[in-house]
C-alpha cells in the first residue's frame, strides 16, 4: 500500500501511509486508538476506497471496489466484531455467499471445511451451531472462512480482544502455522507483548500518520510503545497504600442462574469497601457475568441478598441502583455500553438525561447536555471525527470504549464496577485508565474490578477475590499473594492443595 491518503468529515484517518507485506512474513500495525489503523486494513479489504495512493499484490497494481474484489485477489480479513449468523452450523456460516449455483452440496463443503482445520490445527467441527461455542471457537470460524476461499494475505483487526489467554496462545500458534504455509498475516493488535511474542515487523501509526517501522527482535516494548504515543509510557501503576473504610458493597450467600438454565454463580459472599479496588480473577466463563448482571439489576437472583451502602438491592430497579450511586462499565461495550445509532452526545447522558439540570420539566437542555458531554470527550480522549455529534457505532472500538468509562466516571458513583475496563485500549489510555480507576479509590470511592488479564488485577487490585465455576475459592490481599497462587485457584486449587 503505497501513499494511502483517507479523509472522513473533520478528521485525516490516514495521511500517506505506505505499508509493505513480506510474503509469509507476520507483519503487525501498532498505533493508538483511533490512529487510523482499521481504515487502512479496511481500504485493502475493499470496505473503504482510498481518497488518493495505490495498492499492489505481488508487484500488480489492483483495484479494489468491494470485499468480493478482495477475496478474489487473495485477501481475507477477520473484524473486531465477527460477522457470523449465531443460529448457523460453522459450515453454513463458511460457505455463506461462496455457495455456488442454486444447489450446493454441504456435505463435500463440510469435507473440505474438516481438511483444512485439521491441516492449521484449528479443531474445529462443521456441524457446530455458532450460538453453541466459545468466543474463541467463533474466531476460528473466520479464520477458515478465509481459508475456504484460498486467501493467502489474512488480516486480524484486534483479535485476542475476547479471547481467554489459553486462546491467545492458541491463535499465536495458529498464525504461526499459517505463516509457515507461506501466508502473508497482518496484525492489528494493541497489546506489545503478543507483538514481541509472534510478529516479524511492526509499522506504527499516529493520528493517521507513518512514524516507522521496526525489526521486533530488536525493538523493546518501551520503544515502540514510546514510538506509538509519542512520549515515555509507565508499564506500572503508582498507587499508595489503600485507605479502607466501611464496606460500600456486601453480597451474601449469592446465588444465580445462568443462560443456560444452570446456576452460573453458587452461594457466594464477598464485600467491597470505600477506598479499595477489589479485582475477581477467573478463567472467562466461570460466573463473571452472572455475578455483574445481578448486581447491576441486569439478572434475576435465586437466593441470598445484595446489600449496596446498607440497603437491600436485590429487587429494585437499574435506575434506582443508578441513583443510589453505582457505575457500571459493562463487558460488552456494544450490546450493553451503548446505543450506537445515537450521538455520543446522547450517549454520555443516556443514564441521567432526566435530572436537573439535563433537562428543566420534561424539557431537554440540549445545550448544557453538549457542554457536558464535550467535556468527557475531551478529558478522556474520544477520537470522532465529528466530535460530540458523531454517532457512537462510527468510533473505533477504543473510542467506544473511553467514552463509555468517561460516562461512568463523570456520573460519581460510589461503587464503580469495572468490567474489562482496559479492553481494546493502547497502552497510553490503558496508562490513563488504570490511573483513574486508582484515583476513584483514593477519593473514597469503592471499585470492583473484573479482568481477565491478571497482569491488570495485581497492578490495580488491593485484594483479589477468584472465581471457579461460580464459587468464591478465596479472597487474598494482592500484597501477600502471587500469580501462581491465583492462577491455580483459578483452577479450582485453594492455597491449601486441595481442590475447591
Do not use: W
Amino acid at each position: 500500500m503505497i501513499g494511502i491518503r483517507k479523509e472522513f468529515p473533520g478528521i485525516v484517518a490516514n495521511d500517506d501511509i505506505t505499508l509493505q507485506v513480506r510474503e509469509g512474513e507476520i507483519h503487525a500495525i501498532l498505533g493508538e486508538n483511533g490512529a487510523g489503523k482499521s481504515t487502512l486494513m479496511s481500504i485493502l479489504f475493499g470496505l473503504y476506497h482510498a481518497d488518493r495512493g495505490t495498492i499492489r499484490i505481488r508487484g500488480r497494481e489492483v483495484s479494489i471496489k468491494n470485499p468480493n474484489d478482495a477475496f478474489a485477489l487473495g485477501i481475507g480479513m477477520v473484524h473486531q466484531h465477527f460477522q457470523l449468523v449465531h443460529n448457523f452450523t460453522v459450515a453454513e456460516n463458511i460457505i455463506l455467499g461462496k455457495e455456488g449455483g442454486f444447489v450446493y452440496d454441504i456435505r463435500k463443503a463440510s469435507e473440505r471445511i474438516k481438511e483444512i482445520s485439521e491441516r492449521y490445527g484449528l479443531s474445529i467441527e462443521p456441524d457446530m451451531v455458532i450460538e453453541d461455542i466459545t468466543v474463541g471457537m467463533q474466531q476460528r470460524v473466520e479464520i477458515l472462512k478465509m481459508l475456504y476461499r484460498d486467501a493467502d494475505i489474512l488480516i486480524f483487526d484486534e483479535p485476542t480482544a475476547v479471547l481467554t489467554p489459553q486462546e491467545i496462545d492458541e491463535l499465536m500458534q495458529i498464525m504461526r502455522n499459517l505463516a509457515a504455509e507461506g501466508k502473508s498475516i497482518i496484525l492489528i493488535t494493541h497489546k506489545l507483548e503478543e507483538i514481541k511474542a509472534v510478529a516479524d515487523r511492526c509499522t506504527i501509526i499516529r493520528r493517521g500518520k507513518l512514524i516507522g517501522v521496526v525489526d521486533v527482535k530488536e525493538a523493546s516494548p518501551a520503544e515502540m510503545a514510546a514510538m506509538m504515543v509519542g512520549r515515555p509510557v509507565s508499564f506500572t501503576v503508582e498507587k499508595a497504600p489503600a485507605s479502607i473504610g466501611e464496606p460500600i458493597l456486601e453480597i451474601r450467600n449469592l446465588s444465580v442462574m445462568s443462560a443456560r438454565h444452570v446456576l452460573g454463580v453458587k452461594d457466594f459472599s464477598l464485600s467491597v469497601h470505600r477506598g479499595e479496588i477489589v479485582g475477581i480473577a477467573g478463567v472467562d466463563g466461570n460466573g463473571q457475568s452472572e455475578l455483574v448482571e445481578a448486581i447491576t439489576g441486569l439478572r434475576r437472583i435465586e437466593s441470598g441478598s445484595i446489600l449496596f451502602k446498607g440497603q437491600d438491592i436485590s429487587g429494585i430497579s437499574i435506575r434506582k441502583r443508578n441513583e443510589l450511586g453505582m457505575g457500571h462499565i459493562p463487558e460488552d461495550r456494544q450490546k450493553r455500553g451503548l446505543i450506537l445509532g445515537a450521538s455520543l452526545t446522547d450517549n454520555m447522558v443516556i443514564k441521567e438525561f432526566y435530572k436537573e439540570g439535563f433537562s428543566h420539566r420534561g424539557i431537554l437542555d440540549y445545550p448544557c447536555i453538549q457542554d457536558y458531554a464535550e467535556g468527557i470527550i475531551a478529558k478522556f480522549d474520544v477520537r470522532s471525527g465529528e466530535g460530540a455529534d458523531s454517532l457512537a457505532g462510527k468510533l473505533s472500538g477504543g473510542n467506544q470504549q473511553k467514552a463509555i468509562i468517561g460516562r461512568e466516571i463523570e456520573s460519581n458513583p460510589d461503587l464503580l464496577i469495572a468490567v474489562q475496563p482496559t479492553r481494546g485500549l493502547d497502552v497510553g489510555a490503558i496508562e490513563f485508565i488504570h490511573s483513574q480507576l486508582v484515583k476513584e479509590r483514593d477519593n473514597g470511592k469503592a471499585v470492583l474490578l473484573v479482568s481477565f488479564e491478571l497482569d491488570e488485577i495485581f497492578n490495580l487490585s488491593d485484594r483479589i477475590a477468584v472465581i471457579n465455576s461460580g464459587h468464591l475459592i478465596d479472597v487474598v490481599d494482592t500484597d501477600k499473594t502471587d500469580v501462581n497462587a491465583v492462577g491455580l485457584m483459578m483452577a479450582g486449587i485453594k492455597a491449601s492443595g486441595g481442590e475447591a
